[in-house]
């Protein structure tokens, strides 16, 4: 079947959709390279990038969320890659059960679980005498990642061949061997797809960060918002920059990794 190519119409209406989700993204991203400390354009200048990675409180503050994005997203890459095989070993409605709470999280909105998991905490806190901050911070962001890397992995193992298992198996593999260099190299697209994924989530998350880190645990969404309460530092047009220039490189290397996966996989049949 030939593809039917887009025309003159199609190609603007799609450029308009384009040009209206990223124009305010290009705006910021232009001001970052503005000399003056306003919305007016006083001429190009590196100074508030330079002034950027001087501010000990931002940095900080970028520290920890790359550090809990980190630990979150690798966690939360071998919980849910565990879950989704043993979600995928039941049968009939349970599957489709556990499978459906196991995406209640993706469907709730963050505030409900934002509020959720600090009255949780709250209630723990007493008990065990902990406070809010990096360990309620990190646990919270596993809860919500976790589905991501199952939603990844659960349609690599529905396509995956039992019988290249069983045949390892025969071929003189351990269980642990036949698991680690058959099942895993076929999931591994989709566990790699779901840790990206829970890196970016991670890395982007504010509303359940505030209310789950307490009052000594500072990231960088929430840095950001005490600092735009004040007043809008043009700092901000640079972080956000570096920001964004961060999660289109991630993209890109997850679109490549599943590009190169798939080559390979239809090579191999």
């Known amino acids: ?15 308009l ?16 390279f503005n000399s003056g400390n ?5 001429g190009f200048s590196m100074k ?30 071998v919980l849910g890659t565990t879950a989704a095989i043993g979600i995928n070993n039941f049968r009939g409605k349970k599957r489709a059960i556990i499978q459906n ?11 409900v679980m934002g509020v959720s998991l ?18 309620t911070v990190l646990i919270s962001h596993i809860c919500f990642c976790v589905p991501f890397v199952v939603l990844n992995v659960m349609p690599r193992l529905r396509r995956m061949d039992q019988s290249v298992y069983d045949a390892a198996l025969d071929l ?3 269980q642990w061997q036949a698991f680690w260099k058959v099942v895993i190299h076929e999931l591994m697209p989709g566990i790699f797809s779901g840790m990206l994924m829970s890196f970016t989530y991670s890395l982007d998350d504010f509303v359940i960060t505030h209310f789950t880190q307490g009052a000594k645990f500072n ?16 700092t901000i047009n640079a972080l956000s920059a570096l920001l964004f220039l961060a999660i289109i490189i991630i993209m890109i290397l997850i679109n490549v990794y599943e590009r190169r996966a798939e080559k390979r996989a239809a090579a191999i049949r």
Not at 1 to 15: C, D, E, N, T, V
Not at 129 to 135: A, D, P
Not at 219 to 234: D, G, V
């Open 1 to 15: 079947m030939q593809k039917k190519k887009l025309g003159i119409p199609s190609k603007i209406y799609i450029a």
């Open 17 to 32: 959709i384009i040009l209206f989700l990223y124009a305010p993204i290009i705006v910021m991203i232009f001001m970052s």
């Open 38 to 42: 306003t919305t007016v354009w006083k």
């Open 48 to 77: 508030w990038y330079g002034e950027l990675f001087r501010s000990r409180t931002i940095m900080n503050a970028l520290g920890n969320t790359l550090l809990v994005a980190v630990l979150a997203s690798l966690l939360a890459t």
């Open 101 to 111: 709470v196991s995406n209640l999280p993706i469907i709730s909105p963050d505030i």
């Open 118 to 135: 600090m009255l949780l905490f709250s209630f723990l806190g007493v008990i065990f005498r902990f406070e809010l901050g990096f360990g």
């Open 172 to 174: 003189g593999c351990n």
């Open 219 to 234: 990231n960088l969404s929430t840095e950001i918002y005490s600092l735009l309460r004040r007043k809008i530092p043009p």
